[in-house]
């Protein structure tokens, strides 16, 4: 069975810092291609960042560069966002997803597999 936890979310003021982890039952985070994404309140969902299938590629969205790391722990089959600097902007319910279909980064429609999110709030 496919499997997304996150993890890591919570209330953090602006310039803090959080790291999300994203931990992986049913398949290789090598295998399928792994991405973050985020939806405020009132908003619609946006890609954050995304692994290629085998980390061959990276993606970052503009509003998030310089600021979020995405990582893999392939032992731990495990996926994290390091966020810093973060701003009250950043605020929202963050998930992981994975793509068992396509290999570079692609957009939302084709993920299949989500997790339940974790809730990031950013205090100014």
């Known amino acids: 069975e496919v499997q997304l936890v996150e993890s890591g979310g919570g209330l953090v003021q602006a310039g803090g810092s959080l790291r999300l982890s994203c931990v992986v039952s049913g398949f290789s985070v090598d295998d399928y291609a792994i991405g973050w994404f985020r939806q405020a309140p009132g908003k619609e969902r946006e890609g954050v960042s995304c692994f290629s299938r085998g980390d061959v590629d990276t993606y970052y969205a503009d509003s998030v560069k310089g600021r979020f790391t995405m990582s893999s722990d392939n032992a731990k089959n495990t996926v994290y966002l390091q966020m810093n600097n973060l701003k009250p902007e950043d605020t929202a319910v963050y998930y992981c997803?994975?793509?068992?279909?396509?290999?570079?980064?692609?957009?939302?429609?084709?993920?299949?597999?989500w997790g339940q999110g974790t809730q990031v709030t950013v205090s100014s």
């Open positions: 997803a994975a793509d068992r279909r396509t290999f570079y980064c692609s957009s939302e429609s084709w993920y299949d597999y």
